[in-house]
Every structure is written in C-alpha cells, then in structure tokens.
C-alpha cells in the first residue's frame, strides 16, 4: 500500500465466506487518498510525470508509473469539466470578466489567455462562473462565445457587466443580454 509517509506492507486476513469488508482501506486498493493529493499538488506546481515519479521515488522510496499519476491527474480534468458545464443561477447583479495571461506548458511554455468570469450572486457571494483557456490573445469575438455558454447555463439575466476597454466587447454583450448594463 502506498501511503503519504512511504510504502506500507498490508497482510490482508484469508476470509473464505467473503464476508469481511475493510473500513479503512478498501479492497484492491493500492494507494491511500494524501497520494493522490500529492500527486496532483506536485503536477499543479508544473512538476511533470517524470518528475513526479522521481520525487516520490526519492523521498518515498515509492515506485509510481506514469501512467498512474497521468490516472490520478486526470481525474482532476473530470471533476473541472463537470464544474465547468454545471447549471447557473438564472440572475447576477453584476458579473466581472477579463484575461489573465498565464504561462502553460503543452509541450513547450507560452503565454496564453485564461478566461475568468466572476459574478457577485443575489445573496452577495462572489461566484466563478468559468475558466477558460484561450489559444491567442483577447478578442471580443471569443467573449461573445463565452458569454453564450454562460447564458445556456441557465443565466437569463445580468444586471450590470464590469469589463475593460476590449473593442466590440460591449456590443458582444448587447447580442447576449440587451438589457445589460456595461461598465468599462
């Protein structure tokens, strides 16, 4: 078993009516939740499988495939998808967007766009609608298409819209919500 302190060996009793059930540590379970959690905080700080692999090599002393952190890691992208497609509430006071330019590795390091909408709810929360990666810089044309997604999401209406001076985003918003009001 792989834990966050190192490798542990379990001996797992012989139960010849299958009628045991672990609590702690489930059946064919090789690793233990902190691993996972791990894995995922190294590959968050840019670290890549290999790396990954060779720090938990290191001050483990744990072997871990590629493949397996690759599993764990993924499993991340499912749960942002999942998030990112969730239903909205059908209001916002005020909705916040801009870009951030992040540095991202695929396959070689570049600047690119990170798309950020943020509304304060009618409760008076603060909400991250989305994220989205862009491939280029900021364009109207892209926000128009970000701002669509959001309304099919269920957002029929937003009462004011902060955003900076982006040529054509206002009118961008004007074909999403009409009645919106638009501030730079």
């Not at 078993?1 to 489930?26: A, C, N, Q, W, Y």
């Not at 890549?48 to 090599?57: D, K, N």
């Not at 491939?135 to 970000?146: R, S, T």
Request: charged share 25%; aromatic share 4%.
């Amino acid at each position: 078993m792989l834990t966050d302190v190192g490798p542990v060996e379990i001996t797992v009793p012989r139960d010849h009516d299958g009628s045991f059930e672990p609590k702690i540590v489930k059946k064919r379970q090789k690793r233990l939740t902190g691993i996972d959690e791990m894995v995922i905080s190294l590959a968050a700080k840019g670290l890549s499988t290999g790396e990954v692999q060779a720090h938990l090599a290191e001050v483990y002393g744990a072997e871990v495939s590629r493949q397996t952190i690759s599993t764990i890691t993924d499993k991340v992208l499912e749960g942002m998808a999942e998030w990112q497609s969730r239903p909205l509430d059908a209001v916002y006071p005020v909705v916040f967007i801009d870009a951030i330019h992040v540095k991202i590795r695929d396959g070689a390091v570049a600047n690119r766009p990170i798309y950020v909408a943020l509304a304060v709810t009618t409760e008076g929360r603060r909400e991250i609608l989305g994220l989205w990666a862009g491939d280029g810089g900021e364009g109207a044309k892209h926000w128009l298409h970000i701002l669509t997604e959001i309304k099919n999401r269920g957002v029929s209406d937003v009462l004011m819209l902060v955003c900076d001076g982006l040529k054509g985003l206002p009118e961008a918003v004007e074909t999403v919500w009409p009645r919106t009001i638009v501030q730079t």
